[in-house]
């Protein structure tokens, strides 16, 4: 199971920088787009190598009998 983990760096100058690590793919900008409504201010996003892997899939199967 994959572990998500956002590091927030704030500098002296008042600049943050968010990197999120653990989620491949677009899924990232979800959470993205939260931090950026909590700074309120400009943003840049640059993407990382793992937004450019494909997201796992997962499938479940239940097997029922009575």
């Not at 943003?43 to 997962?58: A, F």
């Amino acid at each position: 199971m994959a572990v998500e983990e956002f590091d927030i760096i704030i500098s002296p100058d008042g600049t943050v920088r968010i990197t999120v690590k653990g989620l491949k793919g677009p899924d990232c900008e979800k959470y993205v787009a939260v931090f950026q409504k909590m700074i309120q201010g400009e943003t840049t996003v640059e993407h990382t190598s793992e937004y450019y892997e494909q997201p796992l899939e997962t499938t479940t199967t239940v097997n029922w009998k009575r």
